[in-house]
């Protein structure tokens, strides 16, 4: 377990953030806010999915109403993504809101956000300041020549000063880039700075595919660090996918344990078992278990017997037919298209 870096803890409804608790996962709905019906079945979606809390857009004053109706059919946390308008936030706030995501810096006056700060703090509200290097303050790129990670780390001090000044302190950062390397130092440089809890993520990182490659790269990068208390991975797919990512990541870096972990040869011109379907099969069938243990999907005897052994679950394949592991010991060995039904047979009688 990496050791984390110590921030302070703050409390998105049921949820901590922070403080050396379980990194979350979250998503953004991008339903319009103003189709309740909508907004609330993706939600459910996402709470399905395994999702810990939830932004939704209210980018008017008929979303601030909807955000209202929406609270009142999740149970989810709900985080209100308000940008310029201050009155939106104090509606969110009315209407339930479990965390604000503004920047103190674009609502226009101080005293507006002073108001905001006082109506988050009366109502134990967290709010999380974001900055991206999409639009990062004139005054700061001319100052450091572009959006450097010295410019974004910049403008989150600032902003997290203003709500500190204030006297509000339930402050979650995040810093973002869509260049995964200077999103790394961009929150390096932050958490040496500052122990607000950082929600991490690549901004803007792309479809599915490479999008879940930078986002793994930059968010474990980071989480390799020690360093991020609750991440997003911004996906241009359905926000289900960046849930998925999000908490494969976790589980990848060994942060959260839930489910099946699959362990999997890339084969070779030693494999003589239809290793890529076994593999994908049991990926599949294993998507539903929900206990943490760990399966390993081999192609021969070389590297095939040692790590079907260290998993919980194994096949090692050879020609034809496959070695069937469970904890460490052969359980016996089977034709090719017997491996994964007795596999998951031989799971599912230990899980009763
Ligand atoms: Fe090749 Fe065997 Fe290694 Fe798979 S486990 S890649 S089949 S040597």
Do not use: W
Not at 38 to 51: E, H, N
Not at 210 to 234: E, F, H, N, P, Q
Not at 313 to 337: N, Q
Request: with cysteine.
């Amino acid at each position: 377990m990496y050791t984390r870096n110590e921030t302070r803890c703050i409390t998105v409804g049921s949820v901590k953030i922070g403080g050396g608790s379980p990194v979350t996962v979250q998503s953004m709905t991008n339903t319009d806010t103003r189709d309740v019906q909508a907004t609330v079945s993706q939600i459910q979606s996402l709470t399905k999915a395994g999702c810990d809390m939830v932004r939704v857009a209210v980018q008017n004053s008929e979303a601030a109403v909807a955000f209202g109706d929406i609270r009142k059919q999740v149970d989810i946390p709900l985080i209100a993504d308000i940008h310029f308008r201050h009155n939106l936030a104090l509606r969110a706030l009315e209407s339930g809101a479990d965390k604000l995501r503004i920047n103190p810096g674009t609502i226009g006056s101080v005293s507006k956000v002073r108001e905001i700060a006082a109506a988050a703090l009366e109502r134990k509200v967290p709010i999380r300041v974001g900055v991206n290097s999409g639009s990062l303050k004139k005054e700061l790129l001319e100052r450091f020549g572009g959006p450097v990670p010295e410019a974004l780390v910049e403008s989150a001090v600032e902003e997290v000063d203003i709500l500190d000044e204030m006297g509000f302190h339930d402050v979650c950062v995040s810093i973002k880039s869509s260049r995964v390397p200077d999103t790394i130092t961009a929150n390096i440089m932050f958490a040496k700075r500052r122990n607000n809890p950082l929600h991490v993520g690549i901004t803007e990182a792309g479809t599915l595919s490479y999008g879940t490659i930078k986002s793994s790269c930059g968010i474990g990068a980071i989480l390799a660090m020690g360093i991020g208390d609750t991440i997003r991975v911004s996906l241009t797919a359905d926000p289900v996918a960046e849930v998925l990512t999000g908490l494969s990541i976790l589980k990848a870096m060994k942060l959260r344990s839930m489910g099946a972990e699959l362990i999997s040869c890339p084969t070779c011109g030693r494999t003589e078992i239809d290793l890529i379907g076994l593999a994908e099969e049991v990926e599949r069938r294993a998507s539903s278990l929900k206990k943490p243990l760990v399966i390993a999907v081999m192609g021969c005897t070389v590297n095939g017997p040692g790590e079907a052994r260290e998993a919980d679950y194994g096949i090692a394949g050879g020609k034809g037919f496959g070695i069937l592991f469970r904890k460490g010991k052969v359980v016996s060995k089977l034709p090719e298209h017997e491996l994964v039904d007795r596999l998951f047979a031989l799971i599912e009688a230990d899980e009763e």
